[in-house]
């Protein structure tokens, strides 16, 4: 069995943290998926999407997407990274651990947005009628999604705890 130090979780978390932080953008601004419907071919980014669900008379489902996979993903690195940022201070402890517990509870759901492309990708395939197909974009959000699990992962609750040295 492997042991970490709390002082490598803490960087192993904010090195995780980082890197989601990094290719936020990049997982927003390129395309996740290819859709085609009767020849029309249009590349949907996650904004794309939504826009495209609120056009087409979708406005609700359009919010829960946009609060799904672009709020959400997005608080959650922030969340980390003010939790990281107060690592050794006594200040906002319950705050921290409380934010800590939510955004762990909630980490593994955001790989629905994934899950529902996979099979969004698998059954949508209608020959020339229509198809859908995931893009480079998607394979960036899944690791921003994954970098947000396994920081939360990793910073252990009861380093929020500990007193600084």
Known sequence: ??????????????????????LYIPSNVMPVMKMSIV?????LT???????????????????VFFASFLVPLLKLLS?????????????????SDLHRIVHKIGSWSMIDIFLLAVLAAVGQLGALAGVNAEPGAILF???????????????????????H
């Not at 020849?39 to 590349?43: L, S």
């Not at 996650?46 to 669900?53: A, K, R, S």
């Not at 899944?142 to 705890?161: D, G, M, N, Q, S």
Request: glycine share 6%.
């Open 142 to 164: 899944a690791i921003v999604l994954v970098c947000c699990i396994f920081a939360t992962e990793v910073y252990k609750p009861r380093l929020i705890w500990e007193e600084c």
């Open 1 to 22: 069995m492997i042991t970490i130090s709390d002082k490598t979780r803490v960087q192993l978390s904010a090195a995780l943290v980082a890197t989601g932080m990094i």
């Open 39 to 43: 020849g029309k071919v249009e590349n």
């Open 46 to 64: 996650v904004l794309g999407g939504v826009h495209e669900l609120y056009d087409s008379g979708l406005p609700f489902i359009a919010a829960v």
């Open 80 to 96: 980390l990274a003010w939790i990281l940022s107060m690592h050794g201070k006594m200040k906002y402890q319950r705050q921290r």
